[in-house]
Structure formats: structure tokens, C-alpha cells
């Protein structure tokens, strides 16, 4: 039986060559274990915030205080807004999939650095530590100041002056910035180099363009808000003054250096995602992607236009009417390629022999949930509508429409679609697509009726409410409870069809891109035997079936 | 298992053979590795640059004073220290290039003699900036108390000592990144055809001194023309 890069002693070390399986997987350098590793990680955060934000919904069920009080109601949007942001979603999918499965489809062997991919997976790590030590901190006084509630935007001047512990928080969200820096660096240099013989950039897969411009947002976007937190750090410890008014700092250019890095990384979250997009909707149509140059190049011009769109997190902020309009202007023309990009996928399916698989039931809710996310999105970037909603329901709405329903759910469509590649075993079908309904009931359910709440006036990040916005929170706390049993009964079917699901062999869903063809599933450490000769584009199917093919020494035989 | 880079090639259908790149041996990959990371850098000073510009455009005149009270001396000869160890770690690549190793050594000391020597005057001007009640954390750069400075001398001076200090910091670990490159020297790892570490060292330095090029004449020289605030400076 053929090796595997999960088997004992597959695997090359960052230091010496240890015996035990533990300090194995530990200190791998194999791309393929690291990004499991950060999967197994993020998995753990994503559920702590999924509780947190629990937590709160059950809290409002009904207004006035029922179980946490007003203080820790504001710690814990925070410490949902922090993990969920910085520990999650940021390193997200080019963390998991970037690693496992983007050298795997240029033809590489590993990542250009991968002992400095294993010291990246450590540094987010210690990240992670430092975000949680936050929360069993203390005072002089002896007291637990607990962590940060300020949200996850720590805005000043009130970042500045509140006594929780925003430093440790601060020093946490720039230590997991250098990580997502060093891993988009490690990304950059991979694509350009190690592309296999003859696959120039228009014959990469479209999730390997999804991460390229993920990486250059990543490399130019992240040492500006790591430079503000240092920023606000010494502010903190030494009253520099650059953001407290009392010293003729300026709190609005606070928020101007936040968003140049935070608005760039919304598209570094969903980038990505749509690369898997584009993987899934042509293996699952049996179709070439129609229109594969637009969507590559909507990608790179999604990462270049939302670089200079920050300011429409401001209008509320003190902005001249100028600007306004012209980040007005500039937010619109960031959606048209992210219609391009919808419409090619729409053209990809049409005349199609769609499977309906449980990765491509998760990419069509998508298409749903996330144009409802979008074209909220494009709403309040009208600056007269945003004056009405701004800080209401209605952009937390939008907000987790886009990322919920567009990031984790294509990062969740990207776990099933790979997870025959990773593991070479196949989850129950039938139970992950009851997850897949559970889920998107769920989302509806939860984040519709917010819209409406959010329209009518409910401001975010409130403890209590007027009781006419009873019913939405209620329909709210419904579909929450609903999410949450789809997301864990997902993740219970995922892990059991690792542990216990039957075999599968190589290529399970019958797709074209170079991960797919390696010799035995899951693939071995160092992937293909050898290195192929790419001269064919990514997605070529004739008659729904895979036109490429390969023999075991990775030679063309079609 | 081991590292051993076996040299591959792919063959395409008409059984043409093309070189493979690993990611061993990758002497371009490392160099642009590195470069990215130089231009984090820049986005990271950018950033302060442009908070700097931002101030300064609010708060000219208290600049002025502000930049008129810095040691220009001790920032000058700072400035042309930082110079000659440029040129002695460029020198220092130089003679690694053409074989000789003691010669590349000799010029990596230089360059952590010359870099030692700026921390100890920055130290030398730091201490006496305390000691005139100038610091970060001291009253006269908090605001209300009756040694406070105007808003404009205090976002001069915070932003002087965190930006001049985070350089400081850069210079430390340009020091310990040269003493790590001496071991691999004296190690074999880094040989005359082997140099890349050497390389993005040499390169590091550069952006180390370049953005000091740029530090010095924004805080030190734009009061430079106020006699009147050197005489009756602080």
C-alpha cells in the first residue's frame, strides 16, 4: 500500500528527526499537515465564538438583563468580534486550504518556505495564546479586568481610556497580523516560483488566483493596521497622544489607519473563497469554467479596488462630502467584478449536467446568501442610506451575510469538496446535506429578520431594546439555535467520516486541477511522483467527462 | 527523512524535458521573498510617515520649535555612521562575491561596530532628552499639568521617540541577524557561491539605513533654519 503524508514518519521536520508521531506532526514542514493543523485550531476558536455569540442572542431573547449583564454583554461581542475576525476568519481559508491544497495544484512539492510556514503556524499560535490570556488577566488590585470591550475595531479614544485589558489584545491581533503577513509572503513567492513546467498564470485554477491576490492584500495591507496597534499600544503605555484629542491626536485617523488594512482584509476573507467557488461549480456542472480570464482577472481588480474604498466606514465619522462621494463611487465599482464574477459562475452552469453533491449544495446557497450580502452591502454604500444604518442591524446583517454566508459557507463547501483529497475517506452524504439545509434555514432565519429590525432603527452591540423589536430578536434567537445544531452536527459528520467512513480512491468527484491527480489518496508526502508538464487549462471536460489524464509517471495519456 | 534535493525534470507530450524549480537551491525565490518583505517594511513606516505628514500639516509651527530643540550634532554624525556601515556591509557582500571570506567577515564586524556605535549615541541623546524632561511618559508630553507642551511639540515628540525607536529596534536586529550570519559563515553554510543569507542581510541593512535617510532630515532638519529656537531652545 502506498504511503501518505498522515502515515508515521512521512514527514520532513523544521528540527532534527524525531521519533514520536506527536513531536512529528508538531514539527512537520509538510504543507499538507500544517494546514490541518491550523484546521484543527481554527475549528476550536470558531466554535468558542459560535458560543459566545450564543450567548448573547439567548441574552436578548427578551429585553432588559436576563443572565450576563451589560458589561459582559460588551466583552462578549468583543471576544466573538476577536476570534472570529483575527483568530479564524483572517487566516482562514489560505491558512487551510491555501496550504493543503494550492501547492498540491501548481505541481509543487511544499511551499518556498516551509520551514518558515511551520514558524508561521507557531507564531499564530502564540497569537492565539496571548488573545486568550486576555481573558484571565488581572488588575493591581487583584480584580479579573477581562478582555477588551471595546469590539474588535478598538476604537479610540475609547480603546485608550477603558480598564479592560485591550493591550494583551492589541499585542495579540499584531502578533496573528505577522503571521497572515508571512504566510501570504510564503504564498506570493510559491505561485511565482514553483509553478510546474508550462503552467503560466492563465493556466492556473482560479482557487491558486483567489489566493494570489489574497496574498498581495495580506503582504501590503496588514503592516499598516499592525503599525496602528503599535500605535495604540504605546498610546496606552506611554500617552504618545497620536489618537487621544486631550494630546491634539486625532481619534478619526484612528479609524482612517484601521480601515485602510480592515476594509482590504474583508476581500482577503472572501477572495479565497470565491476561488473555491470557481473550483466546485465546474467539476459539479461538468463544464469549463465560462469566462476563466474575467474571473482571475475580477480577483486581482477586487484586491486593487478595495484597497481605496476604507472610507465608506466613516461617514459618519467627520469626512468632507467630497471624499464621501468619492468613496461613495469607489465602493459601487468594487461590486462590478464581484458580478462578473457571479455571472460567470451562473454562464459555467448553464446547459451543465449538474451533480448536486453536497460541496456544490454549499456553493449554490452561497450564490444566494452572499448576493443578498452583496447587494446589502452596495446599499449602505450610498452615503444618504448609510446615514440611516449606519451602527444598526442592518450592516450586522450584511455583514454576516457576506462573510457567514459567503466565506465560512465556501470555506464549509471547500471541507466537503476536499475532504475525500485530504483524508481519502468520504463522510455520510445524506447527513451533510441535512447539515447544508439546517445551515442555510438558519442563516435566513437568524440574520433576515436584522435587516428589517436594523431598518426600523435597532442599533448594534445593545445589550437591551424597545419591545417592538421583540419579534426579530426572537426569530433571531430561533434560527440561532437552529445554525448551531447544523453547524455542529456538520463538523460531528465530518469528523465521523474520518474516523469511520469507507475508503476512496483517487480523484472522487471526477475533477481536472492538478491536486486530483496523484497516484493514491490521500496523497503522499512531496505529492505528485513527478512533477507534470502542464499544457492543458485547468478545467477541461469534454462530454462532462475530465479530458486529462495522467500515467503513474505523470505523462500525458489522453 | 531527509532533505536531499534531487534535481527533477517533467516531460511534456513530445517528450521534451523541462527543468523543475524546487523550493531548495532557490536563490531567486529567496531574493524575493526577502523584497516583499522589505516592502512590508515600507508600508509599516509608510504608515507612520503619513501620520507624521498629518501632524505636521496641523501643527507647523510647534514642529518647527519642536525639531529646532533636537541635537542636530549627535543626529548627524548618526546619520553619517549609519552611511559607512551601508558601505561596509555593501563592501562586505562585495568581497564574499569574489571569494574572500575573511575580508567579508572583517566587514560584517565593521558594519556591528558602526551600528553598536549609533545605538550608544542614540543613547547618549535620549539620555539627555530624559534629563531635560523630554520623554515618553514624562509630564511635559501629557497633556494638563503645568510642564505640558503645546499639542503639536507633543505629536512631534511621540512621534520622534516611537519612530526613532522602532529604527533603534531594527538596528538591534540588524546586529543579531549579523552575528547569526558570522556563524553560518564560520559554520560553511554561507560560501562564496552559496550567499543568499548574506544577500538579504546586506539588503536589509539598506532599508535599515534608507529609512533612517528619511527619519533624520523630517525630525532633525525641518527646524534646523529656527535660530531663534536653538537659542532659546528647551
Known sequence: MSKSYLDKDE????????????WQWMLTVDHKRIGIMYAAVMFVFFF????????????????GA?????DMFNQAFTLHGVIMVFLFIIPGIPAVFGNIVMPLMIGAKDVSFPRLNWFTFWLYIVGCIIALSSLVTFNDAGAAIGIADTGWTFYAPYSLNTDTNVITTLVAA???????????LNFLVTIHRLRAPGMGFFKMPLFVWGIY????????????????LILAILEKFFGIGIFDPSKGGDPVLFQHLFWIYSHPAVYLMILPAFGIMSEIIPVFSRREIFGYRTIALSSASIAGIGYIVWGHHLYTSGMSDIAKTIFSFLTFFVAVPTGIKFYDWIATMYKGKIILATPMLWALGTIITFAIGGLTGVTIAMVGVDIHLQDTYYSVAHFHYAILGGVVFLLFAGLHYWFPLVTGKMYNETRAKIAFYLN??????????MFIAGYYGMPRRYFDYLPEFEVYHQVSGVGAIVIVTGLIFMMWNLIRGWRKGEKVGVNYWGATTLEWHTQSSPPPLE???????????????????????FDENMKRID | MSHEYVPEVSTDREGKEHVVQGWQDDREGGKMGFWLFMLTEVMMFGAMFLVLTYYFSLHQQDFINASASLNRLLGGINTVVLLFSALTMGLGLLKMRSGDVKGA??????????????????GFEWTAEYNHGVFLGLDALQSGNEHSKPFGEILFFGMYFTMTGLHGFHIIIGIGIMLWLLKRIKAGKVTPGHNILHFNIALYWDLVHLIWVFVFPYFYMIGAGDIGGVIHGH
Open chain 1, 174 to 184: 499584531f502578533v496573528l497580523g505577522m503571521a497572515s503577513i508571512l504566510t501570504g
Open chain 1, 527 to 549: 505529492n505528485h511522483p513527478k512533477v507534470p508538464y502542464v499544457d492543458f487549462n485547468p478545467y477541461e471536460y469534454h462530454h462532462g467527462e475530465p479530458v486529462v489524464k
Open chain 1, 213 to 228: 491576490a489574497t496574498a498581495w492584500i495580506q503582504l501590503l495591507a496588514t503592516p499598516v493596521v499592525g503599525i496602528t
Open chain 2, 105 to 122: 567577515q572583517l566587514m560584517i564586524w565593521a558594519t556591528i561596530v558602526l551600528a553598536t556605535a549609533f545605538l550608544v549615541i542614540k
Open chain 1, 66 to 70: 436576563q443572565f450576563i449583564d451589560g
Open chain 1, 440 to 449: 442555510f434555514v438558519g442563516i435566513n432565519l437568524l440574520w433576515f429578520p
Open chain 1, 11 to 22: 514527514t520532513h521536520c523544521a528540527i532534527g528527526h524525531p521519533k514520536s508521531a506527536f
Open chain 1, 48 to 63: 468558542v465564538a459560535v458560543f459566545t455569540a450564543l450567548l448573547m442572542r439567548v441574552e436578548l431573547f427578551a429585553p
